[in-house]
């Protein structure tokens, strides 16, 4: 059971990866044209082009599942005051593992994220707080982090082609030029 919800998170997450990878591509797709149509029509646009797919598609997958991770968040701090009720003293590092190990299992797609953990020093009451906020910092890290990526991505995925139309177009008009010296007017004769 507890893999298929894996499992079936898992495929959701990139499921939802892929739709927002195509739907980000088309409006790139849509701005690149109406910049030019010569970038559309580019083999550096289509080789770009797949590979930003793939890229944003594996950054997109990682950011929805640790976005329905951070979900999770507030029941894992239910689950863990259940554990803890009964408990007090000071938390060691063997004992802050042991509880985190149920938490994993509980909720696999924590497990996915993190897998140490090291609340040694805390009060057991304390620890879910501490547990929680330090997962919800930790996830709200890495979403940045994918952001972050994907932002350079997408900027990198429209220089490319753009830089390339450019230099296109610059050889195209040193081309012409050179062509329009060597036509001689022959009506002078």
């Not at 990878?21 to 080789?47: D, G």
């Not at 906020?133 to 952001?147: G, L």
Request: charge should be negative.
């Amino acid at each position: 059971m507890i893999y298929f919800s894996l499992i079936s998170t898992a495929i959701s997450s990139i499921f939802y990866g892929v739709i927002a990878t195509f739907i980000v591509m088309a409006i790139l797709y849509a701005v690149l044209a109406a910049i030019s149509r010569n970038i559309v029509h580019s083999i550096p646009f289509y080789i770009t082009g797949v590979i930003l797919a793939l890229l944003l598609s594996i950054q997109f997958s990682l950011l929805i599942g640790a976005f329905q991770a951070k979900h999770s968040v507030g029941s894992v701090n239910i689950y863990l005051n259940q554990l803890v009720e009964d408990y007090e003293g000071i938390v060691s590092a063997q004992d802050s593992q042991i509880l985190f190990d149920k938490v994993v299992e509980e909720f696999p797609i924590i497990g996915t994220f993190v897998d140490l953990a090291d609340f040694s020093g805390h009060e057991i009451s304390e620890l879910p707080d501490v547990v929680c906020t330090t997962m919800n910092n930790y996830f709200s890290t890495f979403i940045w982090h994918r952001v972050g990526w994907i932002v350079g991505f997408i900027v990198l995925g429209c220089l490319i082609p753009m830089l390339y139309d450019k230099r296109d177009n610059s050889q195209r008009g040193t081309s012409r030029k050179k062509i329009a010296r060597r036509t001689h007017n022959y009506d002078d004769f």
